[in-house]
DNA sequence: CCATGGTCATCTCTTTTTGAGATTGAAACC
DNA sequence: GGTTTCAATCTCAAAAAGAGATGACCATGG
C-alpha cells in the first residue's frame, strides 16, 4: 500500500467506476482493475463488491477512504512544508569589500531583490579581514571577499576573479614596470575609500619597488577615481571590469590607457564566504546563485 | 513521494548512514542512495548535506522526519483498521433446519468458535419456511435451508448436498419401491420434530403412491430415530450421512437396511440464504468459510 | 607519508513492477 | 434482440527498482 494507490483508490471510489477512473488518472482501465486487486490482496480485504460488474464499496473501502483522504493530504502538506523549508525569505546581512559593492553588486542586487522580494537584504562594507571576523561572529550571514579564504570555520566558493590594473590618462607613456613609474616622478595615487584592498596592493607595491608617492586621494566611486585619471591627475588600480566604458574601440579616442601590473598583483579572486555551522541558509544560498548566474558569464570574458 | 520512499528517509535518518539503512532494509547501499537521491529531485530539496560522504540532516530533512512519521505511523493505522473492519465479532443470528442442526452442525460450530472467539453465535431451529421468512425480516443473520431458495432479495450458497434414503431393519425385505412397502401393511414412521422437511417428504410420498401410514412418531436425535429403525418398529427417511456408524463393514453385523427411494425425492441441496442488504458480514462470511472447510470434502463423497 | 577502512556516488546488468492495448463476458438499456 | 457499458483477463512493452562491482573521498593510525 503505498500513495499512488491510495490515490488511485480515492478516484476511484469518487468517480464510482474504474474506467472512469482511468480516465482521470489518465491511463487504461485494465491497470486501475489490475492494482485495485493488488492492493485488495495487499490490504486481505474486499474494498468493492463486484454486483453485476458494478463496483458497490464496501464498509473496509469506506474506512480506508476515509484514511486515503487523510494520508494525501498530510503528504501535500508535507511537501509544501518542504519545500518551504528553503523557501529564501527573512533578512539576509551581507558584507563586502568596496570595490565589489561598487564594481559588481549594483545589479546583482537588483536581480535579486526581483527574484526575493521576501528576503531583507542588508548590505554592509568593510576590509576583508573585518568582514571575515564578521562572519566568524555570526554578525554577518555571508560576505564577498578577496580570496582565498582559508579557515576550519568557514565555507568559500569563488564568484568572480578580478584582473586589476594600473590606469593613466590615454596619452602616457606605457608603464611596463616600476621602474617607468618612477621615472615620472612622485606620482599621485587614486584610490578607493579606505580598506580597499586594491589600494593597499599598490601602495605595497610601488613600495617595494621604490617608487615615491606624491599623494593619495580616496573616493567612493569608481567615476570619480576613473575622471581624475582620465584628467592625467595621477593613477589607479582598478578591476579591469569597471574600465569597459572609457576603453573606445578606436583608441584615438580612449581617455585612458591600461598598464599591466606585475602577475603577482595582477588577479585577485573574490569569494563569498559564510559559516561553516550555519550551511543551510536559503537567502544566502539564493544569492550565491544570483551571483553565479550574472558573473559566471563575466568570469569567461576574463579568465580568457 | 510515495510511503516506501519515506520508509527508507526514516531508516537513513535514524541509522544517521546510507550504507547502514540499507543493512536494515535488506537492500544493497546503491540503491539507497539512488532512491534518497530521486527523492530529493522529487520534492525538488536537498534532505541531507553531504559533508565529507557522511550525511548530515538539513532543516528541510528534519521537518520532511517528522511528516514521515506522522505518515507511515497513519498508514499502519489504516491497515490495522481495515483488517479489523472484517474480523469478525459481534453477534451472529443463524437459523437451521431441525436435521442440519443435528447432523452437520455441531462439528462446524465447535471449529467455529474456536477459530472465532469474539463472535457470540445464536443458534435457531425452524422450518425452511419460516426460515427464509426471518432472514427476509433481518431477524436472521443467515440461514441453513433445504435449497434451491430463488428470491430477489437472499444471496445463497450450497452447503451441501444430502442424500436421503429410506432405512429399516437390517432383516427387512428390501424395498425397491411404494408397493413393496405397501405389502408390509400400514407403516409406522420416526421423523424428527415437527418442521423437518424430510418429514413432509415422506409424508408426501407415501401418501402419493398410497402407503398407509399406522402411526408416526416425532424425536429429537437421530440416535433415538436410528434405535427404534433398528429395532424394527418401523421406517424413517434420513440424510445418508447420519447412519454411518449403523452400516457395518460387514453386512452381517448391520442393524440398518438402506433402502432406494424415488430420484426426485434422493436429494436434498442444503444452502446458506442471507439478506442481499447485508452482503457484509465478515461473522457471517466466516461461517460459510468454516461450514465449506468442513463439509467440502464430504461434498465430493456424497455425489461420488 | 602512505596504507587502510569506511562511506557515499556512479555505472551496468538483471529482475520486478507498471502500463498499454486488445479481447472477453456479463449485465443493462434502449 | 441488438447495442452499449463496464470490469476482468491476457499479452507484450516500458519503466522502475534492485544487485553487484567500482571509484572517489576523507579520516585515521601506523
Avoid at 595615487?189 to 610601488?206: A, K, P
Avoid at 621604490?210 to 576613473?226: C, D, Q, Y
Wanted: hydrophobic fraction near 45%; aromatic fraction near 4%.
Amino acid at each position: 500500500m503505498d500513495l499512488s494507490d491510495l490515490r488511485m483508490f480515492r478516484t476511484i471510489v469518487e468517480e464510482g467506476s474504474v474506467t472512469r477512473a482511468a480516465e482521470r488518472l489518465h491511463t487504461v482501465q485494465s491497470n486501475v482493475t489490475t492494482r485495485l486487486r493488488l492492493l485488495e490482496e495487499d490490504l486481505g480485504t474486499a474494498l468493492f463488491d463486484r454486483i453485476n460488474r458494478r463496483l458497490v464499496i464496501t464498509p473496509a473501502g469506506n474506512l480506508l477512504a476515509g484514511y486515503a483522504e487523510r494520508l494525501l493530504s498530510l503528504a501535500d502538506e508535507a511537501r509544501d512544508a518542504v519545500r518551504r523549508a528553503d523557501l529564501p525569505e527573512g533578512l539576509l546581512r551581507l558584507g563586502s569589500m568596496e570595490t565589489t559593492a561598487a564594481a559588481r553588486l549594483p545589479g546583482v542586487i537588483a536581480a535579486f531583490r526581483r527574484a526575493h522580494p521576501r528576503v531583507e537584504l542588508r548590505l554592509q562594507t568593510a576590509p576583508t579581514a573585518s568582514l571575515v571576523q564578521d562572519v566568524l561572529a555570526h554578525q554577518l550571514d555571508a560576505a564577498l571577499v578577496s580570496g582565498p579564504v582559508i579557515h576550519p570555520e568557514l565555507e568559500s566558493r569563488p564568484v568572480v576573479v578580478e584582473e586589476v590594473v594600473l590606469i593613466s590618462a590615454a596619452d602616457w607613456a606605457p608603464i611596463e614596470s616600476a621602474a617607468d613609474l618612477a621615472q615620472r616622478g612622485p606620482v599621485e595615487l587614486f584610490t578607493f575609500r579606505e580598506g580597499c584592498s586594491y589600494r593597499q596592493r599598490i601602495f605595497d607595491w610601488l613600495r617595494r619597488d621604490g617608487v615615491p608617492i606624491a599623494r593619495s586621494s580616496e573616493f567612493g566611486t569608481f567615476e570619480a577615481i576613473l575622471g581624475c585619471v582620465a584628467a592625467g591627475m595621477g593613477i589607479s588600480l582598478v578591476p579591469r571590469s569597471v574600465i569597459g566604458a572609457h576603453l573606445d574601440d578606436d583608441p584615438s579616442r580612449a581617455t585612458l590607457r591600461v598598464h599591466p601590473v606585475p602577475p603577482d598583483l595582477a588577479f585577485s579572486t573574490t569569494v563569498m564566504i559564510w559559516h561553516r555551522a550555519r550551511s543551510h541558509q536559503p537567502a544566502r544560498q539564493a544569492f550565491a546563485d544570483c551571483l553565479a548566474e550574472r558573473l559566471g558569464p563575466l568570469q569567461a570574458e576574463i579568465t580568457r
